[in-house]
C-alpha cells in the first residue's frame, strides 16, 4: 500500500509500506475510505513530539471498511462503514474503568504516534470493539471524521474542562479547527459571549458564522480587557499550543476563573503564579478522551451540529503531500480542515 510517512523533523513522504496485519485477536484492518490532517501532525513535523519516530505513518482520525476482523472481535464484521476513534481503549485497564481512555495502559493516542496511522491505504486498529463506532444512519461521512477527534477534543479539553456555565465570558485562543469545535460545543451550555482570538482574520470571519459574540485580532489581551470591563473571562481556552497564546490565557483570565489547555506544546511555558496564586483560578490539561463521542454523533445526527462545516479543502488520498502544504500555510490558503478521500 501507499502511505505518508514520517522521516524526522520536517521531513515526509509518499511511499510504499508493507500492507498492515491482524497482530491481536482484538485487532481490526481497515480500508481507509476518509481521513484528514490534525494540528497534531503539524507539530509532530516540526518535532514536538518525541514518540513519533522515523518510519511512522502519520494520522489518526477517520473512516473506513472493514477489510479483515480478528477472531475476537465481536461488534464488527467484513464489509461494515465505521468510524474510528483516534484514541485506542482496551476498555478493561485501570484507566478505562475511569473512562480516562487516553491514559489506557495498552493504547491511548498511539494512531500515527508509537503505531502506524491512518494517512494510508489501510490500517490496523488495537482493540476494534471499543475503538470503532458504527455509522448512524443519514449521516454524512465528512462529518464522522470530524467527530473522530477534533469534536470531542474541543468539547472535552477545552468546554467540560473549562467548566463553561451558562453566562459565563469566554475567550478562545486560536480559531483553527480546534478552537472552532470547541465554539461549536460551548454552545451547549450558553455562554453570554464567546471572544475568538486569531490573527487571521479569515478565521474570524468564520467564528463570526459559527456563534463567536466578539472577535479579537491584535493587542489581544488589551482588546478582551477591554471588552470585559477590565474584569477579564470567566473561561481561557488555549486552542494553539505556543507560548504566546499561553500567556494571552493567563493574562486574561478573571479571579476564580479556568484555563483549559487542548494545545499540544513542543515548548516550555512560564506559569505567572506571581499574579495568578491569589486569583483562585484553575488550570487544566487533558489529552482527549473520546468518551464524548457517543453524545456527539447523536448530536451530529440531529443535526444540531454540522462539524462538516470545518472542511474547506478536498484532496485524493494520493495527493496529501500538497494536502499538507495547504494546511500547513493556512493563512495564505484560507484552510481550515482538509479531507483525504482514498479511492
Not at 472493514?66 to 482496551?90: D, H, Q, R
Not at 486560536?174 to 455562554?191: E, K, R, Y
Not at 463570526?208 to 493587542?219: E, I, L, R
Request: proline share 5%; aromatic share 6%.
Amino acid at each position: 500500500m501507499e502511505a505518508l510517512v514520517y522521516h524526522g523533523a520536517g521531513k515526509r513522504a509518499w511511499e510504499e509500506k508493507p500492507n498492515p496485519r491482524i497482530l491481536d485477536p482484538k485487532d481490526v484492518i481497515l480500508k481507509m475510505s476518509k481521513t484528514t490532517i490534525c494540528g497534531t501532525d503539524l507539530h509532530i513535523m516540526k518535532g514536538d513530539v518525541p514518540t513519533v519516530t522515523d518510519g511512522r505513518i502519520l494520522g489518526h482520525e477517520g473512516t473506513g471498511i472493514v477489510e479483515e476482523a480478528g477472531p475476537a472481535v465481536s461488534n464488527f464484521k467484513v464489509g461494515e462503514k465505521v468510524m474510528l476513534s483516534c484514541i485506542t481503549a482496551c476498555g478493561t485497564c485501570s484507566a478505562c474503568k475511569k473512562g480516562m481512555y487516553s491514559h489506557c495502559e495498552n493504547g491511548g493516542w498511539i494512531l500515527g504516534n508509537t503505531i502506524d496511522g491512518t494517512q494510508a491505504e489501510y490500517v490496523r486498529i488495537p482493540y476494534a470493539d471499543t475503538s470503532l463506532y458504527h455509522f448512524p444512519p443519514n449521516v454524512d461521512e465528512e462529518a464522522l471524521v470530524m467527530v473522530s477527534d477534533i469534536l470531542p477534543t474541543g468539547f472535552e479539553c477545552g468546554v467540560i474542562n473549562g467548566q463553561v456555565q451558562p453566562g459565563d465570558v469566554i475567550a478562545i485562543v486560536g480559531s483553527g479547527p480546534i478552537g472552532l469545535s470547541a465554539l461549536l460545543t460551548s454552545q451547549f451550555f450558553s455562554p453570554s459571549e464567546i471572544i475568538m482570538i486569531d490573527m487571521d482574520e479569515n478565521r474570524l470571519k468564520i467564528a463570526k458564522t459559527f456563534g463567536a459574540t466578539k472577535v479579537v485580532g491584535k493587542n489581544a489581551v488589551e482588546e478582551v480587557m477591554k471588552l470585559t470591563g477590565g474584569r477579564g473571562v470567566d473561561v481561557a481556552i488555549e486552542a494553539v499550543g505556543i507560548p504566546a497564546t499561553f500567556d494571552i490565557c493567563q493574562s486574561i483570565i478573571a479571579p476564580g476563573g479556568h484555563i483549559a489547555n487542548i494545545g499540544v506544546h513542543g515548548k516550555s511555558v512560564e506559569l505567572h503564579l506571581e499574579k495568578l496564586w491569589s486569583h483562585n483560578i484553575t488550570l487544566r490539561t487533558r489529552l482527549v478522551d473520546t468518551v464524548t463521542a457517543p453524545m456527539l454523533l447523536k448530536t451530529v445526527a440531529s443535526g444540531k451540529l454540522q462539524p462538516e462545516k470545518l472542511i474547506t479543502h478536498h484532496f485524493q488520498l494520493c495527493d496529501v503531500m500538497q494536502a499538507y502544504d495547504t494546511f500547513g500555510n493556512a493563512a495564505k490558503e484560507n484552510a481550515l480542515k482538509v479531507l483525504l478521500t482514498n479511492e
